[in-house]
């Protein structure tokens, strides 16, 4: 008896219960569709390391003796979709049994249900063995509330998985050590090496530009950095820990032109496709802490395991007690197009330039810059969410629904009206001076609030709270923001917003 499963390109998981054993009466198919490279515009880069990790992955499995069936894209009998190529696999094994991991994409989770219900054959669905909390984590915990708060999601991870505890106490007797955290970064420390393995890909990038498959950014000039095997995943966690890990924390927030990288792990597309499994990148932090104690401090560790204990699984959790409705939110009922130039670079807003041309370059920006500089911005501009998504999903190397979604709409945009955040995350030049080095070298200045070298930061910060002041002056995290601009004169106020106005009808020439 044939059974056939189904291994899609984020279920790269090589401890997975499944590899066990070897059986040669179990076929593995892995495939490389269409359906997944055309919705949006995606980074060259991101289809190539997909691609690359899914068929080092099924090389690895045929040499621990499993039988593996691999569509390349170009494969004369790929029909470009899973359901399609699925019903001619079974057929031509003549399989009885069909298995499948549970996907983390909603409507795939759906359409393969779907069509498992509608075979002959016997299925089975199995879980993916990734993740530490599950799918429904969040929902549970914060069943009729109308936030959800990631500081209680996270508390209870640590104390559930036993990460940072003392006697049932919070190592270090806090929580929380963002405050020490947050520094701007002023050159003290050396910046590191960005991690790259140099991967050869270009007959991979060639065979998907001859198929035609609209992309955006570029190769780098030395390969693919981002790591596609497993053995690159655990040595890029071991170059993290090593090098980067002593000063996470400290400059986790930080914005600078000299680094895309700073000190920001890279581990997302690792982890995400599952060639990492969080437990495993949490000890291994946790060993090179306690091995190295004079130079890691607890607040770098803390804010690590924050992000992967933390934010990682609580927006999962979020995807899943909010889907579908959550990927067409718009609290604000925002319309605005996306500005041309972040499909380019070419802007001469400094901090935007270089955010967006480092993304193009290497698929890969730092959460601040996410959400900081072009989150920030695109909110401002009242960009409409479904533009914001698109972007977003296809430029970064990591992106995936559950987790491009949750950050871009709930963490981003305040699409969800506070679920997930308790105050949009936007800003005027003044953070953005005060934490990075971006408006030394800008066309605009960022003291100015008005005139042709006012940073626009300034004019639509004011703007956006003045529109939307029904949805949020009852906020109490925000009511500092109304009381001052309630103070200004008449005159102030007026010069702002028609400032705003201007810089909104000429959007794509900033
Ligand atoms: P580090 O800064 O080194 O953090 C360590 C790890 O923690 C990351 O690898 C990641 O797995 C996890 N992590 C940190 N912050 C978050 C977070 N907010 N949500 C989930 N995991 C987190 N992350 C994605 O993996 N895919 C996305 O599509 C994605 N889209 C985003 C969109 C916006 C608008 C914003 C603001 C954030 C987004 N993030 C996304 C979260 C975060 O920016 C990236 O995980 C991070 O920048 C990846 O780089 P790194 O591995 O160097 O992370
Ligand atoms: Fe960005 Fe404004 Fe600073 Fe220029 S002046 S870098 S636009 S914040």
Request: aromatic share 12%; net charge neutral; with cysteine.
């Amino acid at each position: 008896m044939t059974t056939l499963r189904l291994l899609l390109g984020d279920q790269l998981n090589p401890h997975h219960s499944w590899f066990r054993q070897v059986n040669s009466e179990v076929v593995y198919v892995l495939m490389e569709v269409r359906e997944e490279t055309d919705g949006i515009r995606h980074h060259i880069q991101k289809i190539v390391a997909f691609f690359a990790a899914m068929r080092a992955f099924a090389q690895a499995l045929r040499e621990s003796g499993h039988r593996v069936v691999y569509l390349e894209l170009d494969h004369p009998e790929n029909q470009q979709n899973f359901l399609d190529n699925l019903k001619a696999l079974l057929r031509n094994h003549q399989a009885q049994r069909f298995e499948w991991m549970l996907p983390d994409q909603w409507d795939l989770g759906l359409r393969l249900r779907g069509f498992a219900e509608g075979l002959e054959a016997e299925t089975g669905c199995v879980d993916s063995e990734h993740f530490l909390a599950g799918r429904e984590a969040v929902q549970l915990q914060f069943q009729d509330k109308k936030t959800y708060v990631m500081e209680a999601f996270y508390r209870q991870m640590r104390q559930k998985h036993q990460v940072l505890l003392e006697d049932g106490k919070p190592q270090g007797g806090r929580w929380n050590f963002d405050q020490d955290n947050r520094r701007r970064y002023d050159g003290a420390v050396p910046l590191p090496e960005g991690m790259h393995f140099g991967n050869e890909v270009s007959e991979l990038a060639a065979m998907i530009r001859s198929q035609g498959i609209k992309t955006l950014g570029g190769l780098e000039a030395n390969g693919l950095r981002w790591p596609v095997t497993r053995l690159q995943a655990e040595s890029a966690l071991q170059d993290f820990v090593r090098h980067r890990l002593p000063h996470f924390g400290t400059y986790q927030d930080a914005l600078t032109s000299r680094s895309s990288f700073l000190f920001h792990s890279l581990l997302s597309f690792a982890l995400n496709v599952k060639l990492l499994h969080p437990r495993e990148v949490i000890d291994a932090a946790i060993r090179e802490w306690e091995r190295r104690p004079e130079d890691i401090s607890l607040a770098q560790l803390e804010g690590f395991v924050r992000q992967i204990l933390g934010w990682r699984e609580y927006l999962r959790g979020v995807y899943w007690a909010q889907m579908p409705e959550y990927r067409v939110r718009n609290h604000f009922q925002h319309s605005a197009p996306l500005p041309s130039w972040y499909w380019t670079g070419e802007t001469r807003m400094k901090c935007l330039q270089h955010a967006i041309r480092q993304s193009l370059d290497h698929a890969y920006a730092h959460h601040i810059q996410r959400l900081m500089v072009t989150g920030n911005f695109a909110l401002l501009a009242g960009v409409h969410p479904d533009e914001v998504d698109a972007w977003y999903l296809g430029i970064y190397i990591d992106a995936l629904e559950w987790v491009e979604v949750t950050n871009t709409r709930g963490m981003s945009q305040f699409a969800d009206g506070g679920l997930v955040a308790t105050k949009p995350y936007v800003s005027s030049a003044n953070y953005l001076q005060k934490m990075g080095d971006y408006c030394s070298g800008c066309t605009y200045d960022p003291k100015q609030k008005t005139g042709p070298r006012a940073c626009p930061f300034n004019s639509l910060y004011w703007d956006f709270f003045h529109r939307h002041r029904n949805l949020l002056e009852r906020n109490p995290r925000i009511g500092m923001v109304y009381r001052t601009w309630d103070r200004m004169g008449v005159a102030s106020r007026e010069a702002l917003l028609q400032e705003a106005s201007g810089l909104k009808q000429r959007m794509d020439q900033l």
